[in-house]
């Protein structure tokens, strides 16, 4: 698929967050809008997968650790055809399949494991890694992280084990917004100098702007070519990308719109593409 | 009724590590995790004999139950065994959300249980992770009376579940008295003496404390039933119901806060059921210490001597 071609499945994709999150009445929208390229990239173009078998054994498997961002997951699965795309009306919503965070309990097709509790999807991806390495199996393990997130101990327990390793299957992607809830990372908790961690705990690290699909097709092509190292894609995000009006504000990190503001909000991203 | 004798004391962890060893050699799938302290949990053995399955993370326990998680998810049987406390209270989100929310199939053994630990004090003394873990969905608990049973209980909790598994034992060579051959049967208690003027339901190592004591109480012409309780979640309710209403009087012996524990777990279901007089041992809402595990033993309440007081007390209250 061609960059164009991704951007507007990515679109798309970002139409179908905003209305799910306006029915739900709560939600994480900009984390959510700022992850549909790395999404679009991954499942459209990078992924080994089967969206009617969802549980073929080679396929690569997704591990998103920040949970909170489930809309742009499930948006994603509903798009590759895991599950009807009139289900996300449901998110978050009594009986749904589209738990708050995603859930193993619900059986959504194309959801691997319950995640929410931050910092505990590298220490999933990487016991996932081992039991491919044991089995001899070639099939990729990618996990989704926040930069928020990095603030938990148990991320860099998890770092320590996949250098030691040598899990070069694995593959982190940090979504790196500068947000957290209570602010720009830099103040609430400073996480640089990060490409220098990363590399101290032996990882291979990859930079690219996660809003650009040319980027972000060069990130992994680089990230799954390794031949030692566990990888890590650091991919630069723009909170709320794709609505002008909220790009880049951190209040948008917990909070869904009002259906008026859906409505202003879809307009804006179709408004983008003329 | 099998009267016990000990065939010698053991460590329980010998048995854990025995179990391990052999539901591996059965099965290929079991891979063990190591937290820096293999050979004090018993897991040496299987290191030394399955390599190829054992993988060491470091002092890392919360790493460990998500490592745990994703290999389980991979159809793998992780065990993973560290001391009680870093094994259920370090590692508590981890254990509920990764494992038990997943409902994935893993045993996570936690050794060092209660005060008998000894020397090392109370930051090592798990004495809380029953209460905190058993509030968990999904989960299971084992606390089997000796190393035989340790051995049993392992091999069932990787061989009969599909769930997780939290198999707790002490450290101390304690006396080992169960068969090779009873069959352990998870969610089952185990009638190991008759009576009908008390019940003492107890559990680990004080099942063998609790025997002596009905011992000794037989001398006196009381009759002790005897309720080895190996699995704390799923409980036998109906064995507890039964006690309570043949009996007319339970004592729950355990080493662990009775808060939240043995204690809890029972009177839980007796003043639901058949509301009786009842009695606890165990630790009183308070920190261990050091000192030789007898000394402990004999200075938190906990021996055969103080069960048979207790028990003689208890029947007072129930003719009352
Ligand atoms: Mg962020």
Redesign the pocket.
């Known amino acids: 698929m061609t960059p164009s071609q991704l951007r507007i499945i990515a679109d798309n994709i970002r139409i179908d967050i905003i209305k799910s999150l306006a029915a739900a009445g709560s939600g994480h929208l900009g ?1 959510s809008l700022g992850l549909a390229d790395v999404f679009t990239q991954l499942y459209f173009q990078t992924l080994k997968h089967r969206p009617a078998e969802p549980n073929w054994s080679d396929r690569d498997r997704v591990i998103l650790s ?1 949970g909170h961002v489930a809309p742009v997951l499930y948006a994603t699965l509903a798009h590759s055809l895991y599950f009807p795309i009139e289900e996300l009306l449901t998110l978050r919503k009594l009986n749904s399949r589209l738990q708050g965070h995603p859930s193993r309990e619900t059986a959504l097709p194309g959801v691997e494991v319950s995640s929410g509790s931050l910092g505990q999807g590298l220490s999933v991806a990487v016991g996932m890694t081992l039991a491919a390495q044991i089995d001899k199996m070639d099939y990729r393990i990618f996990c989704i992280m ?4 990095l603030q938990e101990g148990s991320c860099w327990e998890a770092a320590m084990s996949a250098s030691h390793y040598n899990m070069k299957q694995l593959i982190a992607i940090v ?6 809830i209570d602010g720009n ?1 830099n103040d609430v908790m400073e996480l640089e100098p990060l490409i220098d961690k990363w590399k101290a705990f032996g990882w291979n690290v990859i930079q690219c702007n996660g809003n650009d699909f040319d980027e972000l097709g060069m990130a992994f092509t680089k990230a799954i070519s390794s031949i030692k190292k566990p990888n890590v894609i650091i991919a630069n995000t723009i ?1 709320g990308k794709g609505v002008k009006s909220i790009e880049g504000n951190y209040h948008w ?1 917990g909070k869904a719109p009002t259906l008026l503001e859906a409505d202003n909000f879809i307009r804006q991203i179709l408004s983008s593409q003329l | 009724m099998t009267h016990y004798i000990n065939k010698g004391n053991k460590a329980p962890k010998t048995g854990f590590g025995e179990g391990v060893l052999e539901a591996g050699w059965r099965n290929d799938n079991v891979i063990v995790l190591g937290a820096d302290i293999t050979t004090s949990v018993g897991l040496n053995l299987f290191k030394e004999t399955y390599p190829q399955r054992f993988f060491s993370f470091g002092i890392a326990e919360q790493n460990c139950i998500g490592v745990a998680a994703g290999l389980a998810l991979s159809d793998k049987i992780p065990v993973f065994s560290t001391y009680g406390v870093f094994a259920a209270l370090r590692t508590t989100d981890q254990i509920r959300v990764s494992l038990c929310y997943n409902n994935l199939h893993s045993v996570i053994g936690g050794a060092h249980a209660g005060v008998s630990v000894g020397p090392d004090g109370a930051t090592h003394q798990a004495l809380e992770d029953i209460a905190v873990l058993r509030s968990l969905p999904n989960i299971t608990i084992l606390s089997p009376c000796d190393a035989t049973q340790t051995k049993f209980a392992v091999i069932a909790a990787i061989e009969q579940l599909n769930s997780p598994v939290y198999i707790r034992f002490g450290r101390e060579a304690v006396p080992d008295f169960t068969l090779e051959t009873t069959k352990f049967d998870i969610g089952k208690a185990q009638e190991l003496h008759s009576g009908n003027d008390l019940c003492i339901v107890a559990t680990g190592n004080m099942v063998w404390e609790a025997l002596q004591s009905a011992h000794q109480l037989k001398e006196n012409g009381i009759n002790a039933r005897v309720l080895n309780i190996h699995t704390l979640k799923p409980l036998d309710e109906k064995a507890i119901i039964k006690a309570a209403v043949q009996t007319g009087a339970i004592l729950t012996v355990e080493e662990h806060q009775v808060f939240g524990g043995l204690g809890s777990i029972i009177a839980e279901i007796v003043v639901q059921h058949h509301p009786v007089p009842m009695e606890f041992i165990g630790v009183m809402d308070c920190f261990g210490e050091s000192g030789q595990p007898s000394e402990l033993m004999q200075k938190y309440g906990l021996t055969s001597k103080h069960i048979e007081e207790k028990a003689i007390h208890l029947l007072k209250r129930k003719l009352t």
């Not at chain 1, 926040?146 to 997130?149: I, P, R, V």
């Not at chain 1, 979504?175 to 957290?180: F, V």
Request: aromatic residues 6%.
């Open positions: 984390g920040i926040g930069d928020g997130e979504d790196r917004n500068y947000c957290q990372t909170m990190h």
